[in-house]
């Protein structure tokens, strides 16, 4: 399992932007850097979807919902990958999950809370 810490989320009015950050604090760089790694996020009472996800080389992939607004990009020298959120909607709002793929690892979440 890879240790990963999510930060970033906050409230925000629609039209607004969000940077999310995750971290592997505790992972050594061979084990972080060859994964895809992806953010998931889950509504209330829905379930957990695919929101963006970045190969080792920096191939990305987006839910149709986010394309053109949202970014997901990585520093593998710093063990970290980030989604810049833009044009913020409030079907957005939801809790904000970072995954790393070869280990199945996932973060705590963080909330993002988009006012309308």
């Known amino acids: 399992q890879v240790y990963l810490v999510e930060s970033g989320g906050g409230s925000v009015q629609a039209g607004g932007s969000l940077r999310l950050s995750c971290k592997a604090p505790?992972?050594?760089?061979?084990?972080?850097?060859?994964?895809?790694m992806a953010w998931y996020r889950q509504a209330p009472g829905k379930q957990r979807d695919l929101v963006a996800q970045i190969t080792r080389d920096g191939r990305t992939n987006y839910a149709d919902s986010v394309k053109g607004r949202f970014t997901i990009s990585r520093d593998n020298s710093r063990k970290t990958i980030y989604l810049q959120m833009n044009s913020l909607l409030p079907e957005d709002t939801a809790v904000y999950y970072c995954?790393?793929?070869?280990?199945?690892?996932w973060g705590q979440g963080t909330q993002v809370t988009v006012q309308g």
């Open positions: 995954h790393h793929t070869q280990t199945m690892s």
């Open positions: 505790r992972t050594i760089t061979s084990v972080f850097n060859p994964s895809p």
